[in-house]
């Protein structure tokens, strides 16, 4: 009996290593498949970003959107590299191989579903879900003109108290007070449900570019019934270029948690 359990047990382990070794061997003779390594339109990185938009600032002189961006060909040389507008429908050739560009007209408030793919000269095609699809946006409209319309908006959504779409302007990765997203949502939640005649105005003051997020400087205003003088001052807010301008961060005056900040 201990004689069978021996072998069952040598048999086991052998399966087992035999199983590592084909892996082992496997992976080692996988071809890694072509990439687009980076797309960008001047400072805003593409790869991995949801929603982006294009503004005024963002174009050439000649009116153009140019993408530019490095393609590795997985060990052979890349043969190409193509663009679809349109979320994989359709294509067209960018010009260069490992660096490469493409430009095109964008019409006012058109909306690009951008996608990516590779080929090296072994003839393998990237799979354009390694890329994803980046949403883009083309606003005639300048930097400034564009966050003020951004605050437009989440103030009207305060004031019209509407909690699930006031999140939805707050990106996931939020990164204060004092524990992100969800601390966020109750104390919006709160201001929503003991605030009446809520009247928020928000002024753009100076804005600034960082690596990965559009800072801005705001002056805000809130009233709401019961309140004997408006309220305010200056909150900093991170929108995420990358994300629809969701808003990344919050500091310095708070316009939110009002309804915490009332007389008993």
């Known amino acids: 009996m201990d004689v069978r359990k021996g072998f069952c047990r040598f048999g086991i382990v052998g399966i087992a290593l035999l199983s590592l070794f084909a892996l082992t061997a496997l992976t080692r003779g996988a071809t890694p498949e072509p990439s687009v390594t980076s797309a960008r339109i001047g400072k805003k990185e593409l790869k991995g970003a949801t929603g982006v938009t294009i503004i005024k600032g963002d174009l050439t002189r000649s009116g153009e959107i140019l993408i530019k961006g490095t393609a590795d ?32 007209i964008p019409v006012p408030k058109g909306t690009y579903n951008l996608t990516l793919r590779v080929t090296n000269t072994a003839g393998i095609v990237s799979n354009p879900r390694a890329f994803g699809v980046t949403q883009l946006t083309y606003l005639p409209i300048t930097l400034w003109e564009l966050i003020q319309q951004r605050a437009d908006e989440l103030a009207k959504i305060y004031m019209s108290r509407d909690l699930e ?32 005649n809520i009247v928020l105005r928000f002024t753009v003051d100076q804005i600034f570019e960082l690596e990965g997020a559009i800072m801005a400087d705001i002056h805000w205003r809130l009233t709401y019934a019961g309140l004997t003088r408006p309220e305010e001052g200056y909150v900093e807010i991170h929108f995420d270029p990358t994300d ?4 990344l961060l919050q500091e310095k005056d708070r316009y939110f948690g009002a309804a915490s900040r009332r007389a008993p």
């Open 165 to 196: 779409r006031y999140m939805s302007f707050i990106s996931r990765g939020y990164q204060n007070y004092p524990r992100g997203w969800h601390r966020l949502r109750r104390t919006i939640d709160n201001d929503f449900k003991f605030l009446n």
């Open 244 to 247: 629809q301008l969701k808003i």
């Open 73 to 104: 060909g997985g060990g052979p040389q890349v043969k190409e590299v193509e663009v679809s507008l349109d979320g994989g429908t359709t294509w067209k050739d960018a010009t260069g191989c490992e660096r490469w560009q493409y430009r095109f």
